[in-house]
Each structure stands twice: as C-alpha cells, then as structure tokens.
C-alpha cells in the first residue's frame, strides 16, 4: 500500500469539494471578502487557487495536521504534534507503546477497524480547512467498501467537540490513547443503519403480537371458566 498515492488522492478529493462549496458560496456571497480570492467565480479559478505553493491554501489550519496524520499513517506509525512525541515517564512509554502496537496490529489483521481509526482521525484532527467529514467518508469507503453511517459520524463529531487538535497537543500521549480506543468502541458498538433499525422495528412487532395472542388466551380461557 502506497501511502504517499492514498494520500494525494484525499487531497485531490478535497480540492474538488472545496472548490464546489467555495463556487455555491460564492454566487450567493459575492461581497465576502473570501470571494475577492479569486477575480472570477469559476472552477478554473477556485482550482488555481487552492492549488497554490503546494496546495498551501486547503490547508488554512496548518499543514502540521496533515503531517500528524500521516505519521499515523505509516507502516511504523508515529505520534507527531509539531515535532515527534517523547514519553518523559513510564506510563506515558507503555501507552505511546500501545497506540503504535494498536494500530500496527488492526493495519495487519483488521483493516476496517483501522480505516475507521484514520477516517475519524482526519474529522477530529480537522486536517483541510473545510470538508473534512466529506474527505473521511471518501477515505473510509475508498479504502474498505464500507460507509460511515449518521450515528457512527455523530458520535465521532462528540469526540471532535471533547478533543480539539491543540488541545491533544497538550497532552498528545494520554488524549490520542483515549481517541483511538473510542473509535474502537465507536466501530464496535454503533451501527445505526436502516437495516437494524428494520429489525429493531420487527422485534417490537413480534413482541406486541406474542402479548396480544398472550392476552386473547387469557381472556378466552377466562370464558371458559365462567361458563
């Protein structure tokens, strides 16, 4: 698996969403000093433009996050914020060993369980300047066939308002073990598809059915005896 290739498609995709957001925006907007980025509202233009100084532009939070990303992304994986993470005491080397055994392992042996890690990595992380949820939904279904459902977004998105990236900065060690395990337990627990809820939705018939035959039994040995 060519990382660097996987990688550049994302980018390409997210330019492109990009551009048509920026485009819709701007019909409605003209006066937004955004729109004055460009002299003509087009998709050559837009293109132009977020293609400059190596794609500087889609990144209006920092290249930095992509970076952290991409380290993640590796076959030897690596927490980086700005600069490689050194544990300073045992705890902290026993988890940084974890996150990397963790992700090293799920990349061999359960790569849905992996993508998933990595698509809610580029949400939380915040890595393009827009699109971000998009740009994971691609990456996940580009990579296991497999979509992110509404619920399993949701719940990630409570993990992007509890982990903002400057804030896992912080303690970069403690907070990515914590992510990485709840996105496990995200994957694990939550589906949320129109199929379960079918199914949920079918049990509770069968459950109203079984009580009304229950009770029509009652009433009619109920009968019986009083006659």
């Not at 485009?23 to 004055?36: D, G, M, P, R, W």
């Not at 055994?101 to 890595?127: C, T, V, W």
């Not at 399993?152 to 403690?174: A, G």
Request: proline share 1%.
């Amino acid at each position: 698996m060519d990382n660097s290739v996987i990688i550049n498609d994302i980018i390409a995709f997210n330019k492109d969403e990009q551009i048509k957001t920026r485009i819709e925006f701007c019909k409605n907007n003209q006066s937004s000093l955004i729109c004055s980025y460009v002299d003509k509202n087009n998709y050559e233009k837009w293109y132009n433009y977020y293609s400059q100084e190596n794609n500087n532009n889609l990144f209006s939070k920092g290249i930095n996050r992509l970076k952290s990303w991409d380290k993640l992304f590796q076959d030897e994986p690596n927490l980086y914020f700005s600069k490689e993470i050194i544990p300073t005491n045992s705890e902290e080397n026993i988890l940084l060993q974890n996150i990397i055994n963790k992700l090293k392992s799920l990349r061999n042996y359960d790569r849905i369980y992996y993508f998933f890690i990595l698509a809610g990595l580029i949400i939380i992380f915040q890595i393009f300047g827009d699109a971000n949820h998009r740009t994971a939904k691609y990456f996940y279904k580009n990579m296991t066939g497999k979509d992110i459902t509404y619920q399993q977004e949701m719940r990630i998105n409570d993990l992007l308002r509890r982990y903002e990236y400057y804030s896992i900065e912080n303690k970069p060690i403690y907070k990515m073990d914590k992510i990485i395990n709840e996105l496990i337990e995200i994957i694990t627990t939550v589906s949320g598809g129109k199929k379960n809820k079918r199914k949920l939705t079918q049990k509770k018939s069968l459950k109203q059915k079984k009580k009304l035959t229950q009770k029509r039994k009652f009433h009619k040995n109920k009968s019986k005896k009083n006659l």
